[in-house]
Structure formats: C-alpha cells, structure tokens
C-alpha cells in the first residue's frame, strides 16, 4: 500500500487548509485510516481517524469541533479538513493505513499503523 499524501502550506491564524491522503496499490476491504502530527523533537501524535467501510471518525481532543476527517471511496482519499487553524497546530502531517478495522481503543495509537505516507508540512502563522 502506498499513501500520497498532499496538501498543507502556510496559513493565519484562523485560516482553513486542508490535506489529503489517497491510497494506492494494494488494497484492503476494511482499512482504518489516521493522520497524525509531529513537531521537531517531540512525538508524532494522533489527530484524527476514521473507518473506512462504516465511516466512525475519531478526534484528538485538541482538534474537535476544527477539524473534519473524511473519506471519498471513489477515489480512494482520505481528507483532513482543518479550520480554525492555531499556531500550535503547526507540523509535519502523516497519514497513516491499517489494513484492519481497529477498534477504538486502537485508532490513536500510532503502533497499530502499517503504512505511512510522507509528511506534510503545516504552518500557521500568528
């Protein structure tokens, strides 16, 4: 499986952007697919998930109610929509695939991730 992700760029704050992961290659009937962060020197952490056949979406606390992760099954892309961006939501963004339906104790563990994409730079500016 491969993962291309795309999207970012430099924004105010409180702007919007929005970043996109399609999968390719091999493909699974019931994948979960996450996107998570990193900043320099920190751990990479969860920002949002969903299942791909029933379409449960799960959140990091820090970005509900601003973010919205969705699936489009026709061209096989995941989206992260993110509004209201903060300063602090400034970082390397990843997409990541499970081949299995992970339940929800699993979806924010980075661990339970097989496939990875290339991160996405995010900035936002104060």
């Known amino acids: 499986v491969q993962l291309q992700a795309c999207g970012g760029g430099l924004v105010q704050d409180g702007g919007s952007l929005s970043v996109s992961c399609e999968l390719s290659g091999r493909t699974f009937s019931r994948p979960t697919v996450g996107w998570f962060r990193q900043v320099s020197g920190k751990e990479r952490e969860f920002v949002a998930a969903?299942?791909?056949?029933?379409?449960?979406?799960y959140y990091a606390d820090s970005v509900k109610g601003r973010f919205t992760v969705s699936r489009d099954k026709v061209k096989n892309t995941v989206l992260l929509q993110m509004n209201n961006l903060k300063p602090e939501d400034t970082a390397l963004y990843y997409c990541?695939?499970?081949?299995?339906?992970?339940?929800?104790?699993?979806?924010?563990?980075?661990?339970?991730?097989?496939?990875w994409g290339q991160g996405t730079q995010v900035t936002v500016s104060s």
């Open positions: 969903i299942r791909w056949t029933d379409n449960d979406k």
């Open positions: 990541a695939a499970s081949p299995t339906r992970l339940i929800t104790s699993e979806v924010r563990r980075r661990d339970n991730y097989d496939y």
